[in-house]
Nanobody, 127 residues
Framework: QVHLAESGGDSVQAGGSLRLSCVTS?????MGWFRQAPGKEREEIAI???????FYTESVRGRFTISKDDAKNTLWLEMNSLKTEDNGTYYC????????????????????????WGQGTQVTVSS
């Protein structure tokens, strides 16, 4: 069982910044951040594989950065230029499963592929 614990959510004004952290009990091949807004499905925000290219969803590309600190067992999500549409609960997730994509094994983007989840941390952006 992998344990994930997020923190760092807060209320900020549009244009502000936040850094979310996720402490993990172990590193899995695919780890990432997902967001769920009220009344909407959980969506992928950023995925970082143990090897390969980091993925960002189009709406956050250039504003958010996912990174990890192996020594601290911590996954980060740096969020800049926050917008009201970034509102939601942010979840850290992990999986050992790969999907076959573009001719190679890759980390999937769908939330259903991720087996371990944190409790979530709330981000509120006001205009």
């Amino acid at each position: 069982q992998v344990h994930l614990a997020e923190s760092g959510g807060d209320s900020v004004q549009a244009g502000g910044s936040l850094r979310l952290s996720c402490v993990t009990s172990e590193w899995l091949p695919c780890m990432g951040w997902f967001r769920q807004a009220p009344g909407k499905e959980r969506e992928e925000i950023a995925i970082i594989p143990s090897a390969g290219t980091t993925f960002y969803t189009e709406s956050v590309r250039g504003r958010f950065t996912i990174s990890k600190d192996d020594a601290k067992n911590t996954l980060w999500l740096e969020m800049n230029s926050l917008k009201t549409e970034d509102n939601g609960t942010y979840y850290c997730a992990a999986t050992r499963r790969y999907v076959w994509m573009r001719g190679k094994s890759s980390c999937g983007l769908e939330a259903s592929l991720y087996d371990f989840w944190g409790q979530g941390t709330q981000v509120t952006v006001s205009s």
